[in-house]
């Protein structure tokens, strides 16, 4: 239990004053819970921390993947695929829709979950969604260098900006090659000599 309190604790981002009434807070376990949390010395406001979720899309055009290459930190001149915090009030595959939209000036239709990746270590869920690229039309967004469709063998494997990309575009080629597409499922996480673990589900 007490391992379990720490592992919590250490992924807690650092909060010092309260959000809503500007106090001071300190760490206790509330009356009925079991996890340390920031609660405030003033307005006795619990500040719970939670995941986030990241939406993103594969979008398809006649066998091709569409990536991008992010001009944003971090990883910046990476490739990744379109994706992004999802915003309150928003579904999944909406978000998904929204940032291929931001990402690559495309647009995305049919939108079916194809991955749901945990990243215990950073507190992030990614959802993938298979998305039908509208006319093959895209185009470099804001954050986006430039954007390529690739066919398998011409992923830059070598450069892409995060280990939930290569995971899911190694799962979608793998399912693409069969012709099926089961809902995939990972843990993305970094163990304790640094190095990225996969387990698939
Ligand atoms: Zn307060």
């Given amino acids: 239990m007490f391992a379990a309190i720490q592992a919590h604790q250490s992924r807690q981002s650092i909060m010092n004053f309260c959000s809503h009434c500007g106090a001071p ?6 009356e009925g819970d079991n996890l340390p949390r920031y609660v405030c010395t003033a307005c006795a406001t619990i500040h719970y921390q939670n995941p986030k979720i990241v939406a993103g899309c594969i979008p398809e055009w006649q066998g091709r993947v569409l990536l991008c290459r992010r001009a944003i930190e971090p990883r910046y001149g990476l490739w990744t695929l379109p994706a992004g915090f999802m915003e309150n009030g928003e579904t999944t595959p909406a978000a998904a829709a929204r940032e291929t939209l931001e990402e690559a000036n495309a647009v995305v239709k049919d939108l079916e ?13 990614y959802m993938l969604f298979r998305g039908r ?41 793998e399912d693409r090659r069969r012709g099926v597409y089961p809902l995939r499922m990972s843990d993305i996480m970094r163990g304790a000599d640094n190095r990225i673990e996969v387990r698939r589900y």
């Fill in 25 to 30: 807070v300190h760490v206790r376990i509330p």
């Fill in 133 to 173: 690229l509208q006319e093959g039309q895209a185009s470099a967004g804001a954050e986006t260098l430039e954007v390529r469709l690739c066919e398998e063998a011409q992923v830059p494997w070598d450069e892409l900006a995060f280990p939930v990309i290569r995971e899911t575009l190694e799962l979608f080629f």
């Fill in 113 to 125: 979950l194809y991955g749901v990746f945990n990243l215990p270590h950073i507190n992030q869920v």
